[in-house]
């Protein structure tokens, strides 16, 4: 896999130097203008994918798959609802409540999309093969890279459309926070431009988020071609937690004995670096990640996305499904 030890201080840094400059830290209007260009391909790209291709007629059976099931339902009225009796309920943060709403959202989002995310691995691909429903499947000319690919372009976009009213709701509920929280504490309400602000601040965090999920995701299908459900959901949940402290782990083991120093950095070069996905720093001080940073993380992505879909290949190109 991809070592942190060589993405995470990259992508940090980019961020920093960014960021020293206090006019640059939230970017141009011509770098947001080709972020949004960037954006827009690519989902151009995934709809072409999936009507063009044979792997695209799986992933979208994937998704309808996924968007009927009715975890997918319940997870997101519980999630929708969460968000809502976040931004009633009072956090006690001495006026920076709006900043604990986002906090806890973008939390609340990230959760039961990986959620959705680990099921919909399990289900589609590890009960397929157990159900012997995939051998069917590749009795038609369609290869086992193609089922893969199929089943986690499937996956992201079951996550995707899982997302898009979760995202809806979040960004209402912080326009409307902002006003509530002045009117609660007797101030002036706050101008249309102010409440727009801090809608606009956590939008590249929820792709950001949505970059984890992809990245988990790949992670879970190459578990899911080998072991069943309750195997894949305890994996992916070790790899969370690792992943958000492989940073830490390598800031620890420099001071450590030589065996410590080794375990560390082995851990973080075999464990993905999810803190690379983490806005908590930006939400708390108000600051908006720039769009380099947004390059950076979307080409570590990438990288690992890749890499965990070619390690499914593998793992799935000699199962045996008789």
């Given at each position: 896999m991809l070592s942190t030890n060589f993405?995470?201080?990259?992508v940090l840094g980019a961020a920093d130097a960014v960021a020293a400059d206090?006019?640059?830290s939230r970017g141009t209007p011509t770098e947001w203008m080709y972020t949004n260009v960037v954006g827009?391909?690519?989902l151009v790209g995934l709809i072409v994918f999936s009507y063009t291709t044979k792997a695209g007629i799986i992933a979208r059976a994937?998704?309808?798959e996924a968007v009927r099931q009715p975890v997918f339902l319940l997870c997101m009225a519980l999630a929708i609802v969460i968000l809502l009796?976040?931004?009633i309920l009072p956090f006690y943060s001495l006026g920076e409540d709006v900043k604990m709403l986002k906090d806890c959202s973008l939390a609340t989002i990230l959760i039961s999309g990986l959620l959705i995310a680990v099921w919909t691995a399990s289900t589609s691909v590890a009960d397929e093969i157990e159900g012997k429903t995939a051998m069917t499947l590749l009795s038609k000319?369609?290869?086992r890279r193609q089922f893969v690919l199929g089943k986690y372009i499937g996956i992201l976009q079951a996550v995707l459309w899982y997302m898009l009213p979760l995202v809806i709701v979040f960004l209402g509920c912080i326009y409307y926070k902002v006003a509530y929280d002045a009117k609660e504490s007797s101030k002036d309400l706050p101008e249309l431009a102010q409440r727009i602000a801090e809608v606009t601040q956590v939008i590249p965090g929820l792709v950001l988020l949505f970059m984890e999920i992809a990245v988990l995701s790949g992670i879970s299908v190459a578990i899911s071609t080998r072991v069943p459900m309750v195997v894949n959901l305890t994996t992916c949940f070790a790899i969370f937690v690792v992943g958000h402290l492989a940073g830490i782990l390598v800031r620890?083991?420099?001071t450590r004995l030589e065996f410590v120093r080794f375990m560390s950095k082995l851990i973080a070069t075999a464990?993905?670096?999810l803190d690379v996905f983490n806005i908590s720093a930006a939400v708390a001080t108000g600051d908006l990640v720039p769009p380099i940073y947004l390059g950076y993380a979307a080409i570590y992505c990438g990288c690992y996305c890749t890499a965990t879909v070619l390690l499914a290949f593998i793992l799935f190109e000699d199962r045996d499904l008789a």
């Open positions: 993405w995470v201080p990259m206090g006019a640059l827009l391909l690519m994937t998704t309808k009796v976040n931004t000319p369609i290869t620890v083991g420099e464990m993905p670096g």
